[in-house]
């Protein structure tokens, strides 16, 4: 008798968990975010950049200049210059906003070597926008700055 009742009452609960609107998408992007990250980390810029839109744009460690579009050459460059990450998402929150757009947010730790040899160590705050692009989840606008002190 316990055998029927507990498959019944795991059938329910999975109906109820494949039915919240979204979750499948939440999963890709969640997904798409922790691969992009560590593309980063790897210095993999072929790679990230299959993550971003043409149009992307956003702003990097409390910039003030808005980066507009994706160009893995210039990564390279500042790669050859010294500058690497070392950096994991935590805490990755995401919110739907229809079937083909989602804002995702995160707490980022680990350390960024600048030019120079400087060290900086999270954590960090992370934001992005993805739209939903020729079947992959694509970041359109993205921040990454500091935590705010104090």
Known sequence: M????TIFLLTILCIGASARPGAAQ???????????LAAWSDGDFQRLGTFFAEQARG???G?????????????????????????????IDIMMVGET???AVAMV?????????????????????????????????YHFS???TG
């Open 101 to 103: 757009v989602a804002v």
């Open 2 to 5: 316990r055998g029927p009742i």
């Open 146 to 148: 500091p935590m705010a």
């Open 59 to 61: 702003y990097m460690l």
């Open 63 to 91: 910039g003030t200049v808005l980066i507009t579009g994706f160009n893995p050459e210039a990564l390279e460059a500042a790669v050859a210059a010294g500058f690497s990450f070392a950096i994991e998402p935590r805490d």
């Open 26 to 36: 939440e999963e890709e992007i969640h997904a798409a975010m922790v691969e992009s």
């Open 109 to 141: 730790e680990g350390t960024i070597t600048l030019p120079g040899g400087e060290l900086q160590e999270g954590p960090w705050q992370y934001s992005e926008t993805r739209i939903l692009e020729e079947g992959r989840w694509k970041v359109v606008q």
